[in-house]
């Protein structure tokens, strides 16, 4: 499953998208462009640089609620900084209510309980660095490009995974209803977490029922919240965790690095990978710009919801209970219990030329020698993103060598000069003695 589909009626083949996927995910045949689901990692990179809007994060429909007895929304720090002038977060969270949620639960509160237990983590024979496991997008990125990064991957369950266990438990404990008849929303601002939500990469079975998307519940949130008074919260720093470098800030003195967007992320991927001893404790990575509020599902400027969160967290910081300390709500034992993953990360990588090792190593041959046949400009014409990729495209049988424009060019003036082969350098020679 994936989160990001194409409206093939709106896409012109124009090739940008292929050049902005991290993963070689998109390729154009036929004049459109085709996502290959295995490669995807629900980034949105490709859905930020459509310029006629082919591409388009897809989440679950928000009126699933109705579906049970007892619903509860997730909202997603983010969302706190998508509107303009709230003063009180509390606002939404009764706002939501209003939707017809029968609670809220925040995964800010989830988000301060990850960073307490991270905390503890950190010196404890742990690797340099630890890697945040927040992001699903860099954890599907982590397993697919950098095997040796794995073991650094914190190994703790997100805030959010962490929020819907709790909610749905506290829920079937109060209400005395089944589990299955209490419904969990996550409200998302990316289409990696609501992938995750129905194929979670460390748990056995999703936790989360339905990820909407932030911004339809932000047009129904509007009209509510001018008449809605603000209801008490829980949860106080986890704001943070919505912007780049908010989760660092909580853990204290740890010599941590914040790099958002996935450019940014893979250069620092490659930098570490197969480092033995790294000076920072902390790595926190986020696949948007600006972390979280960067989400193609979000509707803000991300650096101005960034700004209004930073002025919230200071507030609530600030307040008259900011001593409180809200992960007291459950022992430390308890959460700790909680926010451990079910399985492990594997590697899984995503160009598998066969299942054969040796058959495997030919076709490997066969790539380096097309890929010396071909231009080496990866301009992106022939539709896969870069020359190396156009080989192995062609071994696979999925495109024709013939797909390279150049080389095509070459043919054909190869052939309109009686089969001599002329050199670019002796092409352009001839072209400007016509030209004059």
């Given at each position: 499953?994936?989160?990001?589909?194409?409206?093939?009626?709106?896409?012109?083949?124009?090739?940008?998208?292929?050049?902005?996927?991290?993963?070689?995910?998109?390729?154009?045949?036929?004049g459109r462009a085709k996502i290959?689901?295995?490669?995807?990692?629900?980034?949105?990179?490709?859905?930020?640089?459509?310029?006629?809007?082919?591409?388009?994060?897809?989440?679950?429909?928000?009126?699933?609620?109705?579906?049970?007895?007892?619903?509860?929304?997730?909202?997603?720090?983010?969302?706190?900084?998508?509107?303009?002038?709230?003063?009180?977060?509390?606002?939404?969270?009764?706002?939501?209510?209003?939707?017809?949620?029968?609670?809220?639960?925040?995964?800010?509160?989830?988000?301060?309980?990850?960073?307490?237990?991270?905390?503890?983590?950190?010196?404890?024979?742990?690797?340099?660095?630890?890697?945040?496991?927040?992001?699903?997008?860099?954890?599907?990125?982590?397993?697919?490009?950098?095997?040796?990064?794995?073991?650094?991957?914190?190994?703790?369950?997100?805030?959010?995974?962490?929020?819907?266990?709790?909610?749905?438990?506290?829920?079937?404990?109060?209400?005395?209803?089944?589990?299955?008849?209490?419904?969990?929303?996550?409200?998302?601002?990316?289409?990696?977490?609501?992938?995750?939500?129905?194929?979670?990469?460390?748990?056995?079975?999703?936790?989360?029922?339905?990820?909407?998307?932030?911004?339809?519940?932000?047009?129904?949130?509007?009209?509510?919240?001018?008449?809605?008074?603000?209801?008490?919260?829980?949860?106080?720093?986890?704001?943070?965790?919505?912007?780049?470098?908010?989760?660092?800030?909580?853990?204290?003195?740890?010599?941590?690095?914040?790099?958002?967007?996935?450019?940014?992320?893979?250069?620092?991927?490659?930098?570490?990978?197969?480092?033995?001893?790294?000076?920072l404790d902390y790595l926190e990575?986020?696949?948007?710009?600006?972390?979280?509020?960067?989400?193609?599902?979000?509707?803000?400027?991300?650096?101005?919801?960034?700004?209004?969160?930073?002025?919230?967290?200071?507030?609530?910081?600030?307040?008259?209970?900011?001593?409180?300390?809200?992960?007291?709500?459950?022992?430390?034992?308890?959460?700790?219990?909680?926010?451990?993953?079910?399985?492990?990360?594997?590697?899984?990588?995503?160009?598998?030329?066969?299942?054969?090792?040796?058959?495997?190593?030919?076709?490997?041959?066969?790539?380096?020698?097309?890929?010396?046949?071909?231009?080496?400009?990866?301009?992106?014409?022939?539709?896969?993103?870069?020359?190396?990729?156009?080989?192995?495209?062609?071994?696979?049988?999925?495109?024709?060598?013939?797909?390279?424009?150049?080389?095509?060019?070459?043919?054909?003036?190869?052939?309109?000069?009686?089969?001599?082969?002329?050199?670019?350098?002796?092409?352009?020679?001839?072209?400007?003695?016509?030209?004059?």
């Amino acid at each position: 499953m994936i989160s990001v589909r194409l409206d093939p009626e709106k896409c012109r083949g124009c090739t940008i998208c292929i050049k902005r996927c991290p993963t070689e995910a998109i390729r154009v045949r036929s004049g459109r462009a085709k996502i290959i689901k295995e490669r995807c990692i629900d980034c949105g990179n490709c859905v930020r640089s459509c310029y006629y809007h082919a591409k388009v994060a897809v989440a679950d429909p928000l009126s699933r609620v109705s579906d049970f007895t007892h619903s509860i929304a997730l909202p997603a720090p983010s969302l706190f900084g998508q509107f303009k002038n709230l003063e009180d977060p509390g606002v939404v969270l009764r706002a939501l209510l209003g939707m017809g949620f029968s609670e809220v639960f925040e995964p800010a509160l989830a988000a301060e309980m990850i960073s307490a237990l991270t905390a503890s983590k950190l010196g404890k024979n742990a690797p340099k660095p630890l890697v945040s496991s927040a992001c699903p997008a860099v954890l599907r990125l982590i397993t697919q490009r950098f095997p040796n990064m794995i073991p650094h991957v914190l190994d703790l369950i997100s805030p959010a995974e962490l929020a819907a266990k709790l909610a749905r438990g506290r829920a079937v404990a109060r209400t005395g209803l089944r589990p299955r008849d209490v419904g969990v929303f996550f409200i998302s601002p990316c289409p990696a977490k609501v992938t995750e939500s129905h194929q979670p990469s460390r748990l056995d079975a999703p936790v989360i029922d339905y990820a909407v998307s932030m911004s339809e519940v932000y047009f129904k949130l509007l009209p509510l919240m001018k008449r809605s008074q603000a209801m008490p919260r829980a949860a106080r720093d986890g704001l943070r965790w919505a912007f780049s470098g908010g989760e660092s800030r909580l853990l204290g003195d740890a010599r941590c690095a914040f790099v958002g967007g996935l450019d940014n992320v893979i250069g620092m991927l490659e930098t570490l990978d197969g480092e033995e001893d790294s000076e920072l404790d902390y790595l926190e990575l986020g696949a948007c710009p600006g972390g979280c509020v960067g989400g193609c599902l979000t509707v803000e400027n991300p650096f101005t919801a960034a700004a209004r969160l930073r002025r919230l967290a200071a507030a609530a910081a600030s307040g008259p209970d900011a001593g409180a300390s809200p992960v007291e709500v459950f022992s430390q034992d308890f959460i700790a219990e909680q926010a451990k993953p079910a399985r492990e990360l594997i590697y899984t990588p995503t160009t598998i030329l066969d299942r054969d090792v040796g058959r495997a190593m030919q076709k490997l041959r066969q790539v380096e020698e097309l890929k010396e046949r071909l231009p080496g400009l990866d301009c992106g014409s022939c539709g896969a993103p870069g020359c190396h990729a156009l080989a192995e495209d062609v071994i696979l049988g999925w495109a024709e060598e013939s797909d390279c424009i150049f080389n095509v060019r070459d043919g054909v003036e190869y052939a309109a000069n009686d089969g001599i082969y002329l050199p670019p350098p002796f092409r352009r020679r001839k072209d400007d003695e016509q030209a004059l």
